[in-house]
């Protein structure tokens, strides 16, 4: 395991990089500092041509418990210029997460509050273990979740996200399946090791597929059904030219495991 800050610690597993919040005693509470070191960290893994696939989670006993309260607190009398700076931290982060290149598989044992439950949002995959708890809890601080609803709105149908949004309550792992919020609920202890074996069979596959994926699944949504159809042909004709097709196909009538570049 490499330490590239205090706030994130970084493992590479062959072509699977796992990315874990490392504030257990602050129950890896986002500040600037761990936002700072996660997007470089995205930045880089995004970077990485060997890359195929990545794996968030946290350090300790719970996922992530949201914004950094005492950091919140200390913005009450900063500028609005400060106060926009800060918040512009936690979209880009989620940004790079929903629509970079890569696919991101989220491990969450414990608490993904807030916050920490916008991580998970943005992520393609969660894999929760049985006691884990979602919640979108900034009405119970007169706070709106207004950076993470954007994402979760993408995640659950519109009446799951105002009741999770506007009861700020807690859900189960097993409730917040049945919602659609998770794609896995594992035994306690197991998510991270069946989130890399998620993001291992995903990293199986093309890069060049994958990443064009999950730009289609970040595009679509903003477009009318026209618009839409026009820009999926374009890419259905395009993706038919590249080498990683031909050697999927290729693969495939010779019976033998593809080869991408």
Known sequence: MT????????????????????????RNALDADLLAALRAELEAAHADASLRCLVLSGAGKVFSAGADLKA????QTASSEANKADSRRLAEVLHLLYSGPLPVVAAVEGAAVAG??????ACDLVVAGEAARF????????FVAAIVMVFLLRCVGEKHARELLLTGRLVSAGE?????LINEVVPDGQAETRA???????????????????????????????EGLRYA????AWTRTTSD???????????REPQWR
């Open 245 to 255: 097709l031909k050697e999927g196909v290729a693969a495939f009538l010779e019976k």
């Open 176 to 180: 917040a399946h049945r919602m659609g």
């Open 196 to 226: 890399l074996a998620l993001a291992a069979e995903i990293a199986g596959n093309s890069a060049t597929a994958l990443s064009t994926t999950r730009e289609m699944l970040s595009l679509l949504p903003g477009m009318g059904l026209e």
């Open 135 to 142: 919640g979108y809890t900034e009405v119970r601080l007169g």
């Open 116 to 121: 920490g439950a916008g991580l998970a949002s």
């Open 3 to 26: 330490q590239s800050s205090q706030a994130v610690l970084s493992e590479r597993r062959g072509a699977v990089l796992l990315l874990r919040l490392n504030r257990p005693q602050q």
């Open 72 to 75: 919140l607190q200390s913005l």
């Open 233 to 236: 042909v374009g890419v259905n």
